[in-house]
Structure formats: structure tokens, C-alpha cells
Nanobody, 120 residues
Framework: QVQLVESGGGSVQAGGSLKLSCAAS????????MGWYRQAPGKERELVSR???????RYSDFVKGRFTISRDNAKRTLYLQMNNLKTEDTGVYYC??????????????WGQGTQVTVAS
């Protein structure tokens, strides 16, 4: 069982930056693939980025070059550095975990979400 708690969301002007964190509790953090999803108002939840247990990363096209995912296994924490934010990045950002993060379309474990609002 894994519990995930996000932090770091907030409001920012377009072009600004935010860094999200996700603190995980439970055993085996280093063995889990981790990731970030987001849900904009009126839209479906979508993958933002994921990082496998071996550190392999993947980004959706709409954040490539702007967002960076990373993890600190010693601290059991996942991060998402978001730069050059756009208004369309507004939404609730969810931290996720799954042993098979590369293969599943709906990860097993989800945090409660943190709101990111980007103003023009």
C-alpha cells in the first residue's frame, strides 16, 4: 500500500514556474514507477510525465522542454519542476504510483491532487 501527498501547487502568472512535490509513504518506494497526471476543467485526466524505477522518463508532448520530473528515493519524494507555464497548464495535478507505470493507463495509487492555476 502506498499513500501519496502532493504539495507545491498554487497560482502563477504565465511564463512563471512552480515545483510540485509528492511525498510517499509505505514500503518499496524505489521499486515503484511514479508519475504526474493532470485534469483541466471540463477535460479528461491526462498523463503529464512519468519516471520508472530505473529513472527512465517520459513526457507528454505538451510539456516537453518545459517540465522536468525527478525522484529522490532516499526522501521518498517525487518532483515536477514546471517552467514557462501556460494558461492551458491550469488544472489539478495528481501524483501516481504503480509497479508497471510504463504499461498501465490508470495507475494503481493516486494522491488527492494539488491545484495549479496559471493566469494570463
Amino acid at each position: 500500500q502506498v499513500q501519496l501527498v502532493e504539495s507545491g501547487g498554487g497560482s502563477v502568472q504565465a511564463g512563471g514556474s512552480l515545483k510540485l512535490s509528492c511525498a510517499a509513504s509505505g514500503d518499496g518506494f524505489g521499486s515503484y514507477g511514479m508519475g504526474w497526471y493532470r485534469q483541466a476543467p471540463g477535460k479528461e485526466r491526462e498523463l503529464v510525465s512519468r519516471i520508472s524505477s530505473d529513472g527512465t522518463t517520459r513526457y507528454s508532448d505538451f510539456v516537453k522542454g518545459r517540465f522536468t520530473i525527478s525522484r529522490d528515493n532516499a526522501k521518498r519524494t517525487l518532483y515536477l519542476q514546471m517552467n514557462n507555464l501556460k494558461t492551458e497548464d491550469t488544472g489539478v495535478y495528481y501524483c501516481v504510483a504503480d509497479y508497471y507505470i510504463e504499461a498501465v493507463s490508470w495507475p494503481r495509487y493516486w494522491g488527492q491532487g494539488t491545484q495549479v492555476t496559471v493566469a494570463s
